[in-house]
């Protein structure tokens, strides 16, 4: 349960102030034993014309402000503040039969039952390298699609291939005159980035390649068969290559439908906006403008009659909506793209279509290198993510390497290589996702791989360590406790953790509101910090007594199995032994 929520609520519903003002002002007081929450009332004192501790008093005095929650839930007036104790005893017993009870599936609900949520993500360009940047929007949009499925949406995961455009013309002409079968084979992608650079050298010199191009590029539209197949050719390959990337990262597409797709859509939408009386010539090219929003003209159809990006936008979209009626379609795309989604809703608003609103850019930031690592370049952001795993991985080998060395050698190499592999592919997705997505992200290698920072190493090392406690626990005949006896974890740092605990489903639902996967990130990390520190001061399979002993065990499974589901929520996996 979301204490902070209910009390909001309770309090909003007494005093007539709003629900979202009251849960900001709000305050996790300092000390634990200042209680658990405080409502500081100042903020009533001019409506209600009363001095604030009066307000508390009144508050204090009302039951209605645990309402929900009285059992376990109790309030008083602290001059003036209105302050919130939980009953430490019920709460354990509660909150930690729940989580063991519902196991790493902790945090699932039926909130958006019946809805069809489509999250875009990862639409990478056919026949060009998946770079560091891809990765951001792969990750992400895995993340945001694990949240909303989580909380029982109905989540449809596209990819919106770039696999249209006049670069394949240019392509097809490239393959015609320099392509080798071999290096297609080996690599599609690098043999298609090798000829497409070569078309445009060359094309400086020979002007009839750029016509020859055009030429393919509008044989292709119009369905002739040789240059479809060579199209169709570089399109599987690619996504060859591309689906291994997406193997390793443990990503899945339920969607191919990319921009070519589409195109032969674009007509009825082109139709439908003229009849809208909304397309307008400008210099030769069919707009759509948005003089009024301050905003520039999208176009629709470029002077030469070809469509172009937000034409095929625009047909997607509708497209979505007819198949899918969306609660939510949401675009994981870098914020250079901003503009072009702003533009894109803003013309299918002005066809009448009021299901725009629930079209939803989700943006990102960059990618950056701290200066002198091993990856960074001067372009910064062109480094390819295979490599950025591979390197990861073989840093992270290193390290479990001689960590379970200096315990006396206690993994094989096979092992090693399968934690690795978890572990590193898991520090480069946390380190993605566990800060605001709008903000930069400073890359480093000791940063990613710190077992004591807040990484995924440190969080699965967490989870394994816990794990291991399980184990040996269960070797001595120790089962961890259920039902009343787990009300003895009253103490400060086992209550601590717990209260981070409760914490866990909120933040799935608040991270799937704003579409921010490092709620959750901040929330496990939260409780990983709480945990270690009640660990490394109490005693767990030695503790005073028989009964303190199984339930500290139970508290142990409760914090794997959220450990557990939050990482599962950001596409990270956990390893029995570290
Ligand atoms: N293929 C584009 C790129 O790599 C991203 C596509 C974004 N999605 C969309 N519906 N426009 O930049």
Known sequence: ?????????????????????????????????????????????????????????????????????????????????????????????????AIREAGDSYGTSKLGEGKNVIVEFSSPNIAKPFHVGHAFTT?????????????????????????YGTQFGKLITAWRLWGDEKAMET?????????????????????????????????????????????????????????????????????????????????????????????EESEGAQVVKFDEEGMPPCMILKSD?????????????????????????IYVVGLPQQLHFRQVFGVLKKAGFDWADNCIHVGFGLLKFKDGSAFSTREGNIIKLDELLERTVEKTAEIIRKNAAERGGDMTEEEIAKISEVVGI???????????????????????????????????????????ILRKADAEGLA???????????????????????????????????????????????????????YNNSRILNAETEELKTARLALCDAVCDVIKSGLGLLGIGVVEKM
Not at 188 to 197: D, G, H, Q, S
Not at 241 to 248: I, L, Q, S
């Open 480 to 534: 961890p406790s259920e039902g009343d006896s787990l009300a003895c974890l009253t103490g400060d740092e086992e209550y601590a953790v717990i209260r981070s605990l409760t914490d866990f489903s909120s933040s799935v639902e608040r991270a799937a509101e704003s579409y921010e996967p490092f709620v959750i990130a901040r929330q496990i990390a939260l409780i990983a910090r709480n945990f270690n520190r009640f």
């Open 139 to 163: 990750i992400l949009g895995d993340s945001i699609s694990n949240i909303y499925s989580k909380l029982g949406y109905n989540v449809i995961r596209f990819n919106h291939l770039g696999d």
């Open 305 to 329: 009659g070809t469509t172009i990006y937000a034409s095929r936008d625009l047909a997607a979209a509708i497209y979505r909506h007819d198949e899918f009626n969306f609660y939510r379609n």
């Open 187 to 279: 690599d599609a992608i690098e043999e298609l980035t090798r000829i497409y650079v070569k078309f445009h050298q060359e094309a400086k010199n020979d002007e009839s390649l750029e016509d020859t191009a055009r030429d393919n590029f509008r044989k292709l539209e119009e369905g002739n068969e040789e240059e479809v197949a060579l199209w169709k050719m570089f399109r599987d390959l690619s996504l060859e290559v591309f689906e291994k990337t997406y193997k390793r990262l443990g990503v899945k597409f339920d969607n191919y439908n990319g921009e070519s797709y589409y195109s032969s859509r674009i007509p009825a939408v082109v139709d439908l906006l003229k009849e809208k009386g909304l397309l």
């Open 1 to 97: 349960m979301d204490y902070k929520e209910l009390i909001a609520g309770n309090i909003s519903g007494i005093t007539g102030l709003e629900k979202e003002k009251v849960f900001e002002l709000i305050e996790i007081p300092p000390r634990l034993d200042m209680g658990d929450f405080a409502f500081p009332c100042f903020t009533l004192a001019k409506t209600l014309h009363k001095a604030p501790p009066l307000i508390a008093q009144d508050l204090a005095g009302n039951s209605a402000v645990t309402a929900g929650a009285e059992e376990e839930l109790s309030a008083a007036a602290v001059g003036p503040y209105l302050n919130f104790k939980l009953d430490r005893k019920v709460l354990a017993k509660d909150l930690i039969t």
């Open 426 to 468: 898991g520090a480069v997705k946390y380190t993605y996702l566990k800060a605001g997505r709008e903000k930069d992200i400073l890359f480093d290698w000791d940063d990613m791989l710190d077992f004591e920072g807040d990484t995924a190493p440190y969080l699965i090392y967490t989870y394994a360590r816990t794990r291991s």
